[in-house]
């Protein structure tokens, strides 16, 4: 897997102050996406076990809240399969930081079914995710004042209260 770039200091994905990963290659593809350069999973630079080091040292001081993964799009295949063994990795190393994803995919569409990737390693990143946004970005349903997504059809979504529910739990935004 390549990376586009690391935000170490993000205020834009997530509250508080994270450390964003963008990931490259998205097959999404949305219309006036703001990060275009990442649909190409080639693009940007390997992500390496030095890489992983450095983000895990990034997250260690008290005021960063938590670790963001944004593309491109970190469910296509080829990403989770790269992920999975580093988000775990972080939700162990640092079980009070919250970990946000954003996808174009749909998660009870996409994700739950398996239809994105192998269903293991579906669950066993959802299971280190707090909030997923996801859903793919609408130009028709832009709305500058929504806080950390872009359109109105994104959710941001629970992840593991959903999953113990058996429902789709939001995260309240106006917390």
Not at 5 to 21: E, M
Not at 36 to 47: C, I, L, V
Not at 78 to 99: G, H, M
Not at 107 to 113: I, K, S, V
Request: net charge negative; aromatic share 12%; hydrophobic share 35%.
């Amino acid at each position: 897997m390549n990376y586009a770039t690391i935000k170490w200091y993000d205020i834009s994905n997530g509250p508080g102050v994270r450390v964003s990963l963008y990931v490259s290659g998205c097959r999404n593809r949305c219309k006036n996406c703001f990060n275009p350069e990442t649909w190409d999973f080639n693009y940007g630079q390997p992500f390496t076990k030095e890489v992983e080091d450095k983000i895990i040292a990034a997250l260690a001081p008290d005021h960063i809240k938590g670790l963001t993964l944004v593309g491109g799009d970190p469910f296509e295949e080829e990403n989770q399969e790269a992920l999975v063994d580093f988000v775990e990795r972080v939700r162990a190393t640092y079980p009070n930081k919250t970990i946000w994803c954003f996808t174009g995919y749909d998660f009870e569409a996409h994700l739950l079914t398996g239809k994105k990737g192998n269903i293991n390693t579906v669950m066993r990143l959802l299971n280190c995710i707090d909030v997923l946004v996801d859903g793919r970005f609408v130009e028709e349903l832009k709305d500058i004042r929504l806080r950390f997504k872009g359109s109105t059809n994104q959710r941001y979504i629970l992840v593991k209260e959903s999953l113990e529910r058996d429902e789709v739990v939001l995260w309240d935004e106006q917390t």
